[in-house]
Every structure is written in structure tokens, then in C-alpha cells.
């Protein structure tokens, strides 16, 4: 079984020249709604949240999370050549390895690993969309919450209005979900 972190580390190591280090601050976004994709990211340490805004509603919609040894891409945008559909925007400052597309193409025509890396960040994709629709449509607020943070225990640091969003909840239903237990 391929290790896909260990992989991603390996190019990084084989062409330093073509990566750069980045400290990117809370607020920043990596990905932009509407705009095409630039750069692929490489999470060494921090948090991003991913979602889109709600014309209807007014309000912002948050898809997902991702944080070290994560691979930064909106994976659907940059395999159908179009503008990414969601935002991605760092919700705790973030230390990366920064490619461009451009230079990620190229080292893709020496690096046979590239295309089984994207196959792991997409498979991820699905694999969490999956696990979310079955928790929705199984669990309460409280156990999906509590499954949330046993899986990602990061997001312990996140702003309850985040985590009510991608739990389809209001914050104040969050907030009596956790309020029902004092350890969570």
C-alpha cells in the first residue's frame, strides 16, 4: 500500500526549486469560488475550511475541513479545467508547501505516484461526503458531533458556527447539544 504523505514529502524533497514554504494567516483564502485554480497546497500544520455561500439564504455553507498532511485542491475544478465551486479559506494560520498547477504538470509527466495521488485525494473526497450522508441521516446532533471531533480532534479549535454548519445545525442547537455534555 502506498503511503500518500510519505509520497508527497518525497516530491517535495526531489524538487525543492519547484515547491514554496508559505505561513499563510487566518483569513486567507487558497481557493477562491468562481476563480480558476492556481496552486496546489500542501498542509504541514493549521486549518481550512471549506464551503460555499448560500445565494438563498445569505449564508456561508461549510463543506469540510482539511489540515496537516492534507493536499489542497478543489480535486473536481482541477480535473475538469474549470473554476473552483467552493472557497477555501484558512481558519488557523497555516504552514504550506505551495506547487502551481503549471509545475505540478510537469513533474506529472516524470512522477508516475501523481496520478495515484490525486486518485487518494479524490477517493478522500468521497469517502467523507459518504461517512457525512450516513452520520445525517443516522445520528443526532450530539453523536455527530462527538464522531466529528473523535475523527478530526483538531477541529476541537474551530468556532462552534463552523462545526453547526457542516453539522446542517444552527449554532444554538449545537451549543444545547453540548451544553446536554459537559465533556464535549
Known sequence: MININSEIKNIIEKYPNLWTKKIIEKGSFLHERGKPIKNIYFCENGIVRIFYYNEKTKEEITKGFLSKNDI??????????????????IIKNCSMQVITIKDWEEIEKYEKIIPYILLDVATSVIY??????TEN????????YTNLLKNYPYLSDVKSEYIASYLGVAPQSLSRSKNKNPLL
Do not use: A, E, H
Open 72 to 89: 489542497i485542491i478543489p480535486i473536481t475544478s482541477y480535473v475538469q479545467k474549470i473554476p473552483s465551486i467552493l472557497d477555501f479559506q
Open 137 to 144: 441521516v443516522l445520528f443526532d446532533t450530539k453523536k455527530r
Open 128 to 133: 467523507k461526503l459518504l461517512n457525512y450522508q
